[in-house]
């Protein structure tokens, strides 16, 4: 955090490098502080800052520059709702200011932003931000860089998402999105179903609540873009955001959202779940590749057409969706590109490889096909089988070609999740179904149609599938 330092009767604005900073990396900090920051103004161009020198107090190395004296975003997003908000519309128009400047965009760093006295921003410069932040721990940067970031995201995207989470932390008193870990961050930031800001304070502005979750790349009508947000920040100024409500609307509110993070984070635990654990079964499918039990070669496999081939935009989503039922994860690959459906493809090796295995030993799969369990009326289910894969899958076209995209629903069947439990206490499995919503965005991939992107918009918990006794 920026500070006020005296310097034989001189002021500084000055930023600590830290105690144990020496070397290489105090080297790479000196030679950037001459990278500039920015001074935008309400109305003038954007005008560099820079860090002049450095001074030691203490043990303690700083890089010093002119003072500037204000108030840090991070100290504004502790405010209230009515004070803050007037600073983020500041912010937004500076960093749309700043897009059109030599600056360009940059990531959002709380404690390096400051409201100056002359309604002014001070942003200091990004790229000795960046070198501190490497050399800082997490817990560290966690709330003023990790909460506000989205791993994946650049440019305007990326600042969209920091002003959405900024206000989503002034709105609710907390940030969408905090892990123990980076890792644990960013695996929330992507995959993490959130509550609305409207759910975790009832009777907020749904346009507020829309604005902020569209920002935060949950929007049930997609993205919204950073001057989007602020022009919806103009239309709220003098506006109850707030609406009241009886005691008893408020708590039925809010057990209701009480209960939906907790399915939330269920379901969120589920999928990392999946998703670390699949490396494992990986392993043993690539032994069985080159021992030739799964047959073709990688290059065949590569060379050879989608089995998608000539598939309408539509059919591509079906058969997606559909291939979970046989653990056909070969084909749920043909249908995307990129990380688009990698948790379902990763989760769908996974038991396919855990089925083989079994199969081989028991002489049968313990995992039962959905839809074929749908099919026949959903009997009760005996312990050691589980059920896995989609029914009731409807699929709604939201826009056409040449950018087509759809709208889809269906209910999700899975093993449930191991629990905690003690050492040698068995745990007996189960399934769990959830009933999800995903927007899937579709392009031209050599010539075929694949999703190239799958947002999960909601997921609520099903009642779990009727169990009978084993045996």
């Excluded at 310097?7 to 020496?22: C, E, F, I, N, Y």
């Excluded at 591509?316 to 590109?337: I, W």
């Excluded at 379902?344 to 038991?351: F, G, S, V």
């Amino acid at each position: 955090m920026a500070i006020e330092l005296n310097d034989a009767g001189t002021l500084h604005l000055a930023v600590s490098v830290g105690t144990m900073t020496r070397g290489a990396a105090l080297t790479r900090i000196l030679a950037l502080r001459t990278s500039p920051g920015w001074i935008v103004g309400p109305s003038a161009a954007a005008r560099e800052w820079r860090y002049e020198g450095v001074l030691e107090r203490a043990g303690e190395v700083y890089l010093v520059g002119p003072l500037v004296r204000g108030m840090s975003l991070q100290e504004v997003l502790t405010m209230p709702a009515a004070r803050s908000l007037p600073f983020v519309v500041r912010l937004a128009r500076a960093l749309l200011s700043l897009s059109e400047s030599p600056a360009g965009w940059f990531p959002l760093q709380s404690d390096s932003v400051i409201f100056t006295d002359q309604d002014s921003l001070l942003f200091l410069p990004p790229s000795v931000d960046h070198e501190l932040r490497d050399l800082r721990p997490f817990e560290a940067i966690r709330e003023t860089y990790e909460c506000l970031n989205h791993p994946d995201l650049r440019g305007p995207a990326r600042a969209a998402f920091s002003v959405a989470a900024c206000l989503f932390r002034i709105v609710t008193g907390r940030f969408p999105f905090s892990g123990d870990d980076a890792g644990d961050m960013h695996e929330q930031v992507r995959n993490l179903e959130i509550q609305p800001p409207a759910s975790l304070v009832p009777g907020l502005d749904q346009d507020v609540s829309d604005t902020i979750m569209a920002g935060l790349g949950r929007g049930a009508r997609g993205t919204v873009s950073l001057a989007e947000i602020e022009q919806g920040l103009q239309r709220w100024k003098g506006r109850d955001l707030v609406s009241a409500l009886s005691d008893e609307m408020r708590q039925s509110a809010l057990a209701a959202a009480g209960a939906h993070k907790a399915s939330a984070e269920r379901n969120f635990r589920r999928r990392r779940f999946w998703r670390k654990n699949w490396r494992v079964a990986a392993i043993i499918a690539g032994a069985a590749v080159l021992l030739g039990a799964l047959g073709g070669t990688v290059l065949k496999n590569f060379l050879a057409p989608r089995v998608t081939h000539g598939y309408a935009a539509r059919r591509v989503v079906e058969t997606f969706y559909a291939s979970m039922n046989t653990l056909d994860q070969t084909t749920m690959q043909a249908c995307v590109v990129g990380r688009a459906g990698k948790g379902e493809i990763n989760e769908a090796t996974t038991l396919y490889v855990t089925s083989r295995v079994t199969q081989g030993y028991e002489g049968r799969s313990n995992i039962i096909n959905a839809a074929e369990w749908d099919k026949s009326g959903r009997p009760p289910i005996a312990s050691p089988m589980t059920l896995y894969g989609v029914t009731g899958l409807s699929i709604t076209e939201e826009q056409g070609e040449p950018s087509p995209l759809y709208l889809v629903k269906y209910d999700k069947w899975n093993p449930a999740t191991p629990a905690d439990t003690a050492p040698g206490v068995d745990v007996v499995p189960r399934s769990e179904g959830h009933t999800v919503t995903d927007r899937v965005w579709m392009k031209r991939d050599r010539q075929d149609w694949v999703m190239y992107r799958i947002d999960r918009l909601k997921s609520t918990d099903l009642p779990p599938p009727l169990t009978a006794p084993a045996g």
